[in-house]
């Protein structure tokens, strides 16, 4: 059965600090996708990751995945308060040809000023 | 934009009682998928249907039916509600994966039961 595992699962963070959350999974997939959910909102989609070594970056937020450690990193730099929400990993996998996206538990980040 | 509409933003029902949760998309998608979400759990996907008529049983199917006889349209069925069911219920569309297709979400139905 696959595991996708983030943590920390929560993270207080003081404004203009950099972090890290980390996704490990536990089967093979080429294929991670980032969510963020703001308090009361549903799923936002932030980056889609489709190959070892890929790397996306919007704004303070960056995305990576190495494929052969199945592991991704949501880096967030000089954190600013619009950043807290908690954010979730998504894993691609196939069941009999037809892929189902397998969530993490939830990073939930407070940026505090 | 894609819009996947959920019909019930908040629900309350009995134990016991049947609850049909409603999802419909407007984007032709092939794919469409129901999951609970829990406090420290995550998503967890139920079901999810990669065509008309077609399902396939998620991590925690028991306890849910689902129903897509309609492209659109993709039902999760509660036959007899239990307390262990409230939850936020989120749906979910997308195309056939080839490449970077992301899920598109429905704004949830929160259900309680009591």
């Known amino acids: 059965e696959l595991k996708v595992e983030q943590n920390p699962l929560f993270l207080s963070m003081q404004e203009g600090k950099n972090y890290t959350i980390y996704c490990n999974y536990s089967?093979?997939?080429?294929?991670l996708y980032w969510y963020r959910q703001d308090p009361g909102k549903s799923l936002e989609s932030l980056f889609v990751?489709?190959?070892?070594?890929a790397v996306k970056q919007e704004g303070r937020l960056m995305a990576s995945l190495d494929t052969k450690a199945r592991l991704s990193t949501l880096h967030i730099t000089a954190a600013v308060h619009d950043l807290s929400a908690t954010y979730f990993c998504?894993?691609?996998?196939?069941?009999?040809?037809?892929?189902?996206?397998?969530f993490g538990t939830g990073t939930r980040l407070t940026i505090i000023p | 934009d894609v819009k996947v509409t959920q019909s019930s933003r908040y629900l309350v029902k009995r134990t016991g009682e049947k609850v049909f949760l409603e999802c419909v998309q407007d984007?032709?998608?092939?794919?469409m998928f129901w999951y609970r979400q829990d406090p420290g759990l995550g998503l967890r996907l139920i079901y999810f249907?990669?065509?008309?008529?077609?399902?396939e049983k998620g991590d925690i199917p028991e306890g849910y039916s689902v129903s897509r006889e309609k492209k659109e349209r993709f039902s999760l069925i509660l036959e007899s509600a239990s307390t262990n069911q409230t939850s936020m219920y989120l749906c979910?569309?997308?195309?056939?994966?080839?490449?970077?297709?992301?899920?598109?979400f429905g704004a949830g139905s929160r259900l309680t039961v009591l």
């Open positions: 979910a569309s997308r195309t056939q994966p080839s490449g970077a297709n992301v899920l598109t």
């Open positions: 089967t093979t997939s080429d294929r």
């Open positions: 990751l489709l190959s070892n070594g």
């Open positions: 998504a894993v691609d996998t196939s069941n009999f040809g037809n892929e189902k996206l397998t």
């Open positions: 984007m032709d998608h092939e794919n």
């Open positions: 249907s990669y065509d008309v008529k077609m399902k």
